[in-house]
């Protein structure tokens, strides 16, 4: 596979939504599933800070995050990894930007993974993200900086 560029980006809530809808069926559960993808690309567009994988200009990986001060963490509120760019170390790169970008003024990333998600709760524990509280069908899951 050629080499993935990593770069933090700017979108419009038109972009997101766009983006979502195709990866809805990448992820599982589907994110249309549990949210309104229309509301929560505005809510992305106001609030989070994007980082994106390119290969070739075509996006085959999205991380949208928050930045909480108060906590000081950085909150993965959406990642999703094309399964053409998976076992590569995509998903790795872009979490070790986070700590190589944010480490000095933020101690923990935070996300909410599905318990039904296996593969994705595999790669975090490999990632060293340790389950911090049972949220029913989900589990919030934190990795020191």
């Known amino acids: ?36 993808i229309e509301e929560f690309s505005f809510k992305l567009a106001r609030c989070a800070s994007f980082l994106v994988g ?3 200009g075509r996006i085959v990986a999205f991380m949208a995050y928050y930045i909480n001060d108060t906590l000081k963490q950085i909150y993965i509120t959406y990642i999703c990894v094309h399964s053409e760019a998976q076992h590569s ?9 986070l700590v190589s970008n944010y480490s000095n003024a933020y101690h923990t990333i935070g996300l909410e993974v599905a318990k039904v998600n296996d593969k994705a709760r595999t ?3 490999k990632l060293n993200f340790l389950i911090a509280e049972d949220r029913g069908f989900k589990l919030l899951m934190v990795k020191s900086m």
């Open 1 to 36: 596979m050629d080499k993935v560029i990593f770069s933090k980006e700017s979108f419009k809530s038109t972009e997101i939504l766009k983006i979502l809808r195709f990866e809805d069926s990448l992820l599982t559960p589907p994110l249309s599933r549990d949210v309104d």
């Open 89 to 97: 170390g995509v998903g790795s790169k872009m979490v070790n930007w």
């Open 123 to 125: 790669f975090y524990d």
């Open 54 to 56: 390119r290969l070739n």
